[in-house]
């Protein structure tokens, strides 16, 4: 067998917690990017308290929707959150939220593995094409612009993949054939590195 592309999770394989985040600083860096979309649409929620409930609402659907082969769906349950108080959101303007909502990866208590970027710089040298593939709430587009608050370049990749994109997350096999279509590969070519036997090396 010939290595085409080796795949990596994220969380806790390229990144680890390394603290739990200071939910003040966290919630008040993310209310500092909605408070201003609030604000426009003519609202006058308090941001810390509603981002403060839609994550409390996102993680405590995780569970129950992954169990079922689902992706928690971020827009949807803002829409609630926003509905939770008063204010009849647009698909469009609950996808502007959540997308606002995102903040550097630090404020949650990340970093990377003080290995991960000699890893990924050696594979560059190498014929390989390298993937991302994980679960998580935002999409791929998002994940990727916070990539650098992280230290991470974006160069260092040939594909991401999060399950947001496709609304299915691992150990389901679409994350993982987006990815082999994206670096046009076949499964029996490809090595897939994560953390989580359930999640990816069955999923694998």
């Given at each position: 067998m010939?290595?085409?592309?080796?795949l990596f999770d994220f969380g806790d394989t390229l990144i680890f917690q390394a603290h739990d985040p200071d939910e003040d600083a966290l919630y008040g860096a993310?209310?500092?990017?909605?408070?201003?979309?609030?604000?426009?649409w003519g609202s006058e929620?308090?941001?810390?308290?509603?981002?403060?409930?839609l994550y409390g609402a996102v993680e405590e659907a995780q569970h129950e929707r992954r169990a079922r082969g689902l992706?928690?769906?971020g827009p949807f349950v803002t829409r609630g959150a926003l509905a939770e108080h008063g204010f009849d959101a647009t698909p469009e303007q609950a996808q502007a939220l959540w997308n606002a909502s995102a903040v550097g990866l630090p404020l949650w208590g990340w970093q990377l593995f003080?290995?991960?970027?000699?890893?990924?710089h050696k594979l560059r040298d190498m014929p390989v094409a390298v993937g991302l593939v994980s679960n998580g709430y935002y999409t791929a587009d998002i994940r990727v612009r916070l990539l650098h608050t992280i230290g991470l370049p974006t160069d260092l990749f040939d594909a991401f993949v999060l399950s947001?994109?496709?609304?299915?997350?691992k150990p389901r096999p679409e994350p993982f054939q987006r990815a082999f279509d994206l670096?046009?590969?076949?499964?029996?070519?490809?090595?897939f590195v994560g953390?989580?036997?359930?999640?990816?090396?069955?999923?694998a």
């Open positions: 010939a290595v085409r592309a080796v993310m209310a500092e990017h909605v408070t201003p979309l609030l604000r426009q929620l308090d941001a810390f308290t509603l981002l403060h409930e992706e928690v769906d003080p290995d991960t970027l000699d890893t990924l947001a994109d496709l609304m299915r997350p670096l046009d590969v076949r499964a029996a070519d490809c090595v953390d989580a036997f359930d999640v990816d090396i069955v999923g």
